[in-house]
């Protein structure tokens, strides 16, 4: 089954790719990797998840902020080659959390990307990650998330 078929199959639609916000690109290829861009939990071009987690928002909605932000990066990954086919791996996950003082469950809040990613790509997802706290997010975004794939022509 190839990523857009497990995608379907999970109940989830490839967005149109959120377009940047500032003076950057939503994605750089080069060679054989593609990065992107910080992805913010968009939908329907709206902030599906705004403020810190450990204040307004909690572990599972962090978990769901954290998977919308990897439907988006696939998104951008589709709009730099064409056809999500042609990921041979996700190589890195790069997490930013925004949350309240104390708040330590960063790793669970980016099981929501990796779980994700996983899901669509079985082996071929799975990927080195970080997952970092930080006090302010832009637009209160409640997460940020990178993605890095090694990518076929």
Same mark, same amino acid.
Not at 19 to 34: C, E, F, I, Q, S
Not at 79 to 88: F, H, N, Q, S, T
């Given at each position: 089954?190839?990523?857009?078929?497990?995608?379907?199959?999970?109940?989830?639609?490839?967005?149109?790719?959120?377009?940047?916000?500032?003076?950057?690109?939503?994605?750089?290829?080069?060679?054989?990797?593609?990065?992107?861009?910080?992805?913010?939990?968009?939908?329907?071009?709206?902030?599906?998840?705004? &403020?810190?987690? +450990? /204040?307004?928002?909690?572990?599972?909605? $962090?978990?769901?902020?954290?998977? !919308?932000? =990897?439907?988006?990066? *696939?998104?951008?990954?589709?709009?730099?080659?064409?056809?999500?086919?042609?990921?041979?791996?996700?190589?890195?996950?790069?997490?930013?959390?925004?949350?309240?003082?104390?708040?330590?469950?960063?790793?669970?809040?980016?099981?929501?990307?990796?779980?994700?990613?996983?899901?669509?790509? &079985?082996?071929? +997802? /799975?990927?080195?990650?970080?997952?970092? $706290?930080?006090?302010?997010?832009? !637009?209160? =975004?409640?997460?940020? *998330?990178?993605?890095?794939?090694?990518?076929?022509?």
């Amino acid at each position: 089954m190839n990523p857009e078929e497990k995608l379907r199959q999970l109940g989830l639609v490839l967005p149109p790719p959120p377009p940047a916000v500032a003076a950057y690109v939503p994605w750089v290829r080069t060679g054989n990797l593609v990065l992107t861009s910080g992805q913010l939990p968009w939908k329907d071009g709206q902030m599906a998840f705004a &403020g810190k987690l +450990g /204040a307004e928002l909690n572990e599972q909605q $962090g978990y769901q902020a954290a998977r !919308l932000c =990897a439907l988006n990066a *696939l998104a951008q990954l589709k709009e730099a080659i064409g056809d999500l086919e042609k990921v041979r791996r996700i190589v890195r996950v790069e997490g930013f959390v925004h949350c309240a003082p104390g708040f330590r469950g960063h790793p669970q809040v980016l099981n929501g990307a990796s779980d994700l990613i996983n899901e669509v790509f &079985g082996a071929r +997802g /799975a990927h080195a990650r970080t997952a970092l $706290g930080i006090n302010e997010m832009p !637009l209160n =975004a409640a997460l940020q *998330l990178c993605l890095t794939a090694e990518v076929s022509d």
